[in-house]
């Protein structure tokens, strides 16, 4: 995702760019250059900032999402809630354990 923080220092040279050569000239002007450069600035940085987020939030939730509390059935070999009494796949009756 280099190339995202790449468009962001891009667009902040060309808005910066933008500024200086709309500040030599009238100031309506000015005013719309100045609302361009910010445009290219932010806008760049907030969809940098999106995928970055959706990225992190993505590795963040896989990983405690597989180590569940389960049991391998020893009959099936399928993966049941721990606290189970009965594998639901085949009817196995797990042995109840004590203590
Ligand atoms: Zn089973």
Request: aromatic share 10%.
């Amino acid at each position: 995702m280099k190339v995202l923080w790449w468009l962001v220092i891009v667009g902040a040279v060309v808005g910066a760019l933008m500024l200086i050569v709309t500040s030599t000239s009238s100031a309506p002007q000015e005013a719309a250059g100045a609302a361009i450069a910010v445009a290219l600035v932010v806008i760049p940085y907030c969809l940098t900032r999106a995928v970055e987020g959706i990225r992190s939030e993505r590795v963040r939730n896989e990983k405690p999402f597989r180590v569940f509390n389960t049991k391998k059935c020893p009959e099936c070999a399928e993966s049941v809630q721990y606290e189970a009494l009965r594998c639901h796949f085949c009817g196995f009756r797990f042995p109840e354990s004590k203590g």
